[in-house]
């Protein structure tokens, strides 16, 4: 019987803990982030940018797919009314951090530049940017295996940028 009691105590104690944590969390205002949902306005959206073969709009352009936005990318298709998304730039950046003894780079700064606009009829345009940092740890003994890895993590940011984008689509 006592061997029941504590196991019993012990399970009680595990629930309390939990429920302590989470009026704890809930009472400092941490929310959960949940999957941003647009706006009604969003339904049809015209959706350009400068460089049409940047890897940032063919992520951003899925991620509206994603979100049951229907896309057009010329005002002949657009909606009356409609949203215009304009992807000015995404340009990255890289700043040396450290070198190895022999003067040879160790490691890396990267830095992600976006910048966007939205004209929406009847109102003033929205131009946002930010930019998004990481830093790189380079090899040159490696180097192929570095190489797929900074392949890697500009793809890890150019995924951040798109669920940034949204976000921020969702706050507007």
Known sequence: MPLLFKKAMTYYKQIIAVMLCSVVLSGC????????????????????????????YRQLKKQLVNAKVDLSEDAVGR???????????????????????????????????????LVRPGQDTVKQNFELYRTYQDDPNKALAKAKELDIILAEMRLQA????LRELSQL
């Open 29 to 56: 205002g941490f929310k959960l982030k949940k999957a941003s949902v647009l706006p009604q306005e969003f339904k049809y959206l015209t959706v350009t940018a400068d460089d049409a073969n940047s890897a940032l």
């Open 162 to 165: 798109s669920h940034r984008i």
């Open 79 to 117: 909606q009356a009314n409609s949203p215009h998304f304009i992807l000015n730039k995404d340009k990255l950046d890289r700043r040396t951090l450290s070198l190895f003894k022999n003067g040879q780079v160790a490691e890396y700064e990267l830095t992600y530049h976006v910048a966007y606009q």
